[in-house]
């Protein structure tokens, strides 16, 4: 329920394989959610439904869907799951779904345009120009809407309006100060009730590390050497340069207070231990669309130069990537 009384509305912006995942379990679960899409996608999701195949089970939802936010209204939660870099331009479009009493959920790679908000000390309200250039999200927004999301489920969109959920269902929800508020409890039961985990975290920021330790090594590591995951995690040469970039970005993230509850190797082997995985950046660059580099990569070089912590590996992975992307056009 919302402050009105009223059903709670949800909208879901960039409904692609994890928007996709998550709107089908919102939507079968009895939620009032739409979907904000483009292109054959949406046709397919107007025409047919959400189709989501997981191991267990086979279900097509009829869902709200349209490439037109303003179609939708003003809604209680805006869930963002576009790249990182695609957020900035889609700013002003979202517009028409946020209102005085909406709150933006951030579900989106690497290190969070919000990051400085409310974390106390002198960088407190500190702008990362590599995930909000121009500071569109922190003037348009606003970082008092936002309540932060580490997104844990791997999925892909195997054809227009049809996803296939791989692997986890876990949304880890979090206030930039810490506090266990209305709104993120208020979410996580509507997730709960989904068939979803959605723990609600004192200190976000310690998962939003852990995760990002993977995908800024693995991610660019697999674009530069084709390798899956099991590969790239086991071959004694890229291990060591993976192991070298995790430990310059755990001095910067130790340097900014987070903890770690696993070492270096434990997170490379978890790694290992998904098998033969591409990463989303590979999945990307054979696609022909924009990686993200500078969410993943760039953004760990621009904490360490804000804390003064030299990056000799991530400057060189960050190099080396960066031209391959140019390359690949």
Not at 200 to 215: F, S, Y
Not at 258 to 281: C, L, N, Q
């Amino acid at each position: 329920m919302t402050k009105g009384g009223g059903v709670m509305k949800i909208c879901i912006f960039g409904a692609g394989a994890i928007g996709g995942y998550l709107g089908a379990k919102l939507a079968t679960a009895g939620a009032d959610v739409s979907l904000v899409a483009r292109g054959p996608h949406l046709a397919a999701i107007r025409q047919n439904g959400l189709r989501l195949i997981e191991e267990e089970s086979d279900t097509t939802v009829p869902v709200t869907a349209s490439d037109t936010p303003s179609e939708l209204g003003e809604q209680d939660y805006v869930i963002v799951t576009l790249k990182a870099h695609s957020v900035p331009p889609a700013v002003d479009g979202m517009m028409p779904l946020i209102g005085d009493h909406t709150t933006i959920v951030s579900g989106v790679n690497g290190v969070p345009w919000w990051y400085f908000h409310k974390i106390g000390g002198p960088l407190e309200g500190t702008r990362l120009k590599s995930v909000d250039p121009n500071d569109t999200q922190w003037n348009g927004f606003g970082p008092d809407k936002v309540l932060g999301c580490v997104v844990y489920p791997a999925a892909e969109v195997v054809a227009p309006g049809v996803v296939r959920h791989i692997e986890g269902n876990r949304f880890s929800l979090g206030e930039p100060d810490g506090a266990k508020s209305d709104r993120a409890v208020a979410l996580s039961k509507v997730f709960t009730n989904a068939g979803l985990k959605a723990p609600v975290r004192p200190k976000l920021r310690n998962e939003i590390w852990v995760k990002l330790w993977g995908n800024l090594s693995f991610n660019p590591i697999s674009v530069l050497t084709l390798a899956t995951l099991d590969v790239l995690c086991t071959n004694p040469g890229t291990r060591a340069v993976a192991r070298a970039m995790m430990v310059e970005a755990q001095e910067i993230a130790e340097c900014l207070g987070v903890k770690f509850p696993i070492d270096v190797e434990r997170r490379i082997d978890g790694g290992a231990a998904v098998g033969a995985h591409r990463t989303s950046m590979l999945q990307d660059l054979r696609a022909g669309r924009p990686m993200e580099i500078d969410a993943l990569v760039g953004s760990v070089q621009e904490l360490g130069r804000i804390t003064g912590i030299a990056t000799p590996t991530i400057d060189t992975v960050l190099g080396l990537i960066k031209l391959r992307a140019q390359v690949a056009g």
